[in-house]
T-cell receptor, first 110, second 114 residues
Framework: LAKTTQPISMDSYEGQEVNITCSHN???????ITWYQQFPSQGPRFIIQ???TKVTNEVASLFIPADRKSSTLSLPRVSLSDTAVYYC???????????FGKGTMLLVSP | EAQVTQNPRYLITVTGKKLTVTCSQN?????MSWYRQDPGLGLRQIYY???????DKGDVPEGYKVSRKEKRNFPLILESPSPNQTSLYFC?????????????FGQGTRLTVV
């Protein structure tokens, strides 16, 4: 299983773009990169998933460089409601469990 | 609306009194699992099920039981709860197993065992 490293916490202000980087140096060929968001006392929620280059949806963008050893979740124009813990998961379909790690606590201030 | 529903949301019980936390999904998912979340320990998988009548242990199965008699339901059973099972529990479902499959989580059940 690829080990992931994320910042423990990040601070931002409303309206700013936030980029959270996840390092996964030993990513395997079949691994995908998936990001989840978790609000306090709620279940994690899937945000975005990608394999290479760039993926964008209505919530976020995911940038993956060619070597795939890291990835960056980009949240455009954050609001107070984006305050949450963000988890980067790396793996393929061979795993029976989701390994979440400690995640990045994003605090958005007015 | 696609969702995973857990009940109850909050539960306070006494040591040794059997309890069941229900979980139901309406997405026809084959794969379901239970996690517990504790401060400093993150999310840890308790049990999972790849299909009806197929269940297996996760990372922390001691003190828990599960069953999968129907595809949509996956109850978590604590036969004799103890204080160290005080935790926040989440049920999850997905189309299939795997780190590259979108998982849907329930709203959580906060259990306190006194």
């Amino acid at each position: 299983l690829a080990k992931t490293t994320q910042p423990i916490s990040m601070d931002s202000y409303e309206g700013q773009e936030v980029n959270i980087t996840c390092s996964h140096n030993n990513i395997a060929t079949n691994d995908y990169i998936t990001w989840y968001q978790q609000f306090p006392s709620q279940g994690p929620r899937f945000i975005i998933q990608g394999y290479k280059t760039k993926v964008t949806n209505e919530v976020a963008s995911l940038f993956i460089p060619a070597d795939r050893k890291s990835s960056t979740l980009s949240l455009p124009r954050v609001s107070l409601s984006d305050t949450a813990v963000y988890y980067c998961l790396v793996g393929d379909r061979g795993y029976s469990t989701l390994t979440f790690g400690k995640g990045t606590m994003l605090l958005v201030s007015p | 609306e696609a969702q995973v529903t857990q009940n109850p949301r909050y539960l306070i019980t006494v040591t040794g009194k059997k309890l069941t936390v229900t979980c139901s999904q309406n997405m026809n998912h084959e794969y379901m699992s239970w996690y517990r979340q504790d401060p400093g320990l993150g999310l840890r998988q308790i049990y999972y099920s790849m299909n009806v009548e197929v269940t297996d242990k996760g990372d922390v199965p001691e003190g828990y039981k599960v069953s999968r008699k129907e595809k949509r339901n996956f109850p978590l059973i604590l036969e004799s709860p103890s204080p160290n099972q005080t935790s926040l529990y989440f049920c999850a479902s997905s189309f299939r197993q795997g780190m590259n499959t979108e998982a849907f989580f329930g709203q959580g059940t906060r259990l306190t065992v006194v």
